[in-house]
C-alpha cells in the first residue's frame, strides 16, 4: 500500500499534473464542506438527504453540482426557483482548492502522505472557521473528531511530525492533544477567574429564549456549555415579562445555573423548564476568555501538528485577534468585536504554520534575525 504513496511514484507524472489533481479535488471536498457547514450546527445528516436548494427544496442533479464552475455558470442563483445562493458556497470550494494545492506544492515532493494528511486538517479548519463565524461553536465532529482522526493519521504517517519512528510520532500527537487543549484551557480558567461577567445590552423588549440546550438572543445563539463551566455560574436576568407552558410573571429577577432556575423566589429545576421567554432589555452572562471548543479545536490541530505548533497557534492567533481589535477600533466598529469567535483566529494561525510558521520559529531559534 505504501508504495502507491511513494513520492517517486507520483513524480512519474509531472509534479504540476498533482497541482491540478489537488486543487479540483479540494474544490470537490469544499463542495462537500458547504454542506458540513450548513447541516452540522443544525444537528442534520450530511449524507441525506442529497444537496438541494434550502429555498425550494429542488433536488440539485449532478450536472448542476460542480464545484466553482455551476455557481458561476447560474450567477449566484437556483436553477429552480431562481433564488440566490450566498457565495460562501464559491468562497469555500475555491479556498479549500488553494490550500490543497498549496499543502501539495509546500510538502508533495518529498511526501505524498503528508500532503493528503495535511489536506484532511485543512478541511476540518475551514468548516470550522465558517461555521464558527455563522453559529459561534465548533462542532464536537470537527473538534473531538479532529483529535481522534490526526492521532489515527500520526499512526500511519510519521513523517507527519518529522518523526522517525511511529512510536516518536504518536508521542509528539499526544503531547500536541494535552498540550493544545490543556494550555487554551488554561487561559480559558485565568480569564474566568478574572472576566468571569459580561453585563449585555439588549435591543429594547428583547424577547430572549430558554430552550433546553441554548439561550437564543436576539443576534445569536449561545449554547449552555459555552456559558457554564462551574456549578456557580448563572445567566442574569432583570425580567420585564417571563413565558413558561403553564404561567406568567412580571417584573421579576431570573437566575439560571446548571442546577437551579430562580424566578423571583421560586425555585425550580431546569430539566422541567424545556422552554422559557422572558421579555428584557439587558442581561448579565458568565464569560470566558475563550469557548471550550476552542479548547478542543487546539486539542485537534496539535493531534496532526504537535505541541509547537499549538503553541505558535496561540500566540500568533493572539497578535491576529489584537490586529482586527485595532483594526475596529480605528474604524468606529469596535461593537463587532464581541460578534467575532475566535476559531477563526485559531484556525488561520494553524495555517501560518503549515505554510512556514514552522521554518520561522527554526530562522529565528537559530539567530537568523541577528544576521545582516
Excluded at 203 to 229: G, H, K, M, R
Excluded at 249 to 262: F, G, T
Excluded at 307 to 329: E, H, K, P, R
Aim: charged share 15%; hydrophobic share 50%.
Amino acid at each position: 500500500m505504501t508504495r502507491y504513496f511513494d513520492p517517486q511514484v507520483w513524480l512519474g507524472v509531472p509534479f504540476h499534473f498533482w497541482s491540478v489533481v489537488l486543487f479540483i479535488f479540494g474544490s470537490m471536498v469544499g463542495s462537500f464542506l458547504n454542506v458540513c457547514i450548513y447541516r452540522l450546527p443544525r444537528g442534520l445528516s450530511v449524507v441525506s438527504p442529497p444537496s438541494h436548494c434550502p429555498h425550494c427544496s429542488y433536488s440539485i442533479p449532478w450536472y448542476l453540482n460542480v464545484p466553482l464552475v455551476t455557481w458561476l455558470y447560474l450567477r449566484g442563483r437556483c436553477a429552480n426557483c431562481k433564488a440566490p445562493i450566498s457565495s460562501r458556497y464559491f468562497l469555500v470550494e475555491l479556498l479549500t482548492g488553494i490550500l490543497f494545492l498549496g499543502a501539495w506544492l509546500t510538502t508533495g515532493r518529498y511526501s505524498t502522505l503528508v500532503a493528503l494528511s495535511l489536506c484532511v486538517l485543512l478541511a476540518g479548519l475551514v468548516a470550522a472557521t465558517f461555521i464558527d463565524f455563522e453559529h459561534f461553536i465548533i462542532p464536537d465532529e470537527i473538534t473531538i473528531g479532529g483529535m481522534v482522526v490526526g492521532f489515527i493519521i500520526s499512526f500511519f504517517v510519521p513523517a507527519l511530525h518529522q518523526a522517525k519512528t511511529v512510536a516518536d510520532s504518536l508521542r509528539s500527537s499526544g503531547l500536541g492533544i494535552i498540550i493544545g487543549a490543556g494550555t487554551v484551557y488554561g487561559i480559558l480558567r485565568i480569564g474566568k477567574l478574572l472576566f468571569g461577567r459580561q453585563k449585555l445590552d439588549l435591543p429594547e423588549n428583547s424577547t430572549v429564549v430558554f430552550t433546553e440546550t441554548a439561550l437564543i438572543l436576539p443576534d445569536q445563539q449561545i449554547l449552555y456549555e459555552e456559558l457554564f463551566y462551574r456549578k456557580s455560574d448563572s445567566i442574569n436576568v432583570e425580567a420585564k415579562k417571563v413565558e413558561l407552558i403553564d404561567r406568567c410573571y412580571l417584573d421579576v429577577r431570573v437566575r439560571l445555573s446548571p442546577e437551579k432556575l430562580m424566578i423571583g423566589e421560586e425555585v425550580f429545576d431546569p430539566e422541567n423548564v424545556p422552554h422559557m421567554e422572558v421579555l428584557a432589555d439587558r442581561m448579565v452572562l458568565p464569560r470566558e476568555a475563550m469557548g471550550f471548543g476552542d479548547v478542543k479545536f487546539m486539542g485537534a490541530i496539535g493531534a496532526f501538528l504537535g505541541w509547537q505548533a499549538t503553541l505558535f497557534s496561540l500566540m500568533t492567533s493572539s497578535v491576529i485577534g489584537a490586529f482586527v481589535g485595532v483594526i475596529l477600533i480605528l474604524t468606529k466598529r469596535q461593537e463587532w468585536s464581541s460578534r467575532l469567535p475566535y476559531g477563526p483566529y485559531i484556525a488561520l494561525a494553524a495555517v501560518g504554520w503549515i505554510f512556514g510558521g514552522q521554518k520561522l520559529i527554526d530562522w529565528w531559534l537559530n539567530g537568523g534575525w541577528m544576521k545582516p
